[in-house]
Nanobody
């Protein structure tokens, strides 16, 4: 069983930055591929970015959706069992509840479908004002 706890959400003005954290439990946390998703009011949950399972200090390769490519980055701190979503140059369209998720799928791929993830955090609200 893996428990995920997100933090770092809040209210920010357009053009600002936020860093979300996803703290995971378990000694094997670093072996899971991780993903970030978001759900805006009235919309379906959508893939934001993901990081592959990793054993290096940097924790794997990353993939992002087109809407956040170049503005968001993901990193993993193996010692802290934490994955971060750094969000820069935010705009009102980024307003949503953000979720982190852990995948049990084997290998070193980055998974973009929410069906590929087994464990989910409770979500954290990000609101970007214009």
């Amino acid at each position: 069983q893996v428990q995920l706890v997100e933090s770092g959400g809040g209210l920010v003005q357009a053009g600002g930055s936020l860093r979300l954290s996803c703290a995971g439990s378990g000694r094997t946390f670093g072996t899971y591929a991780m993903g970030w998703f978001r759900q805006a009011p009235g919309k379906e949950r959508a893939f934001v970015g993901g990081i592959s399972a990793g054993f290096s200090e940097r924790g794997g390769r990353t993939v992002f959706s087109n809407s956040v490519q170049g503005r968001f980055t993901i990193s993993r701190d193996m010692d802290k069992n934490t994955v971060y979503l750094q969000m820069n140059n935010l705009n009102p369209e980024d307003t949503a509840v953000y979720y982190c998720a852990a995948s049990l799928a084997p290998g070193t791929a980055v998974y973009t479908a929410d069906s590929q993830y087994t464990y989910w955090g409770q979500g954290t609200q990000v609101t970007v004002s214009s």
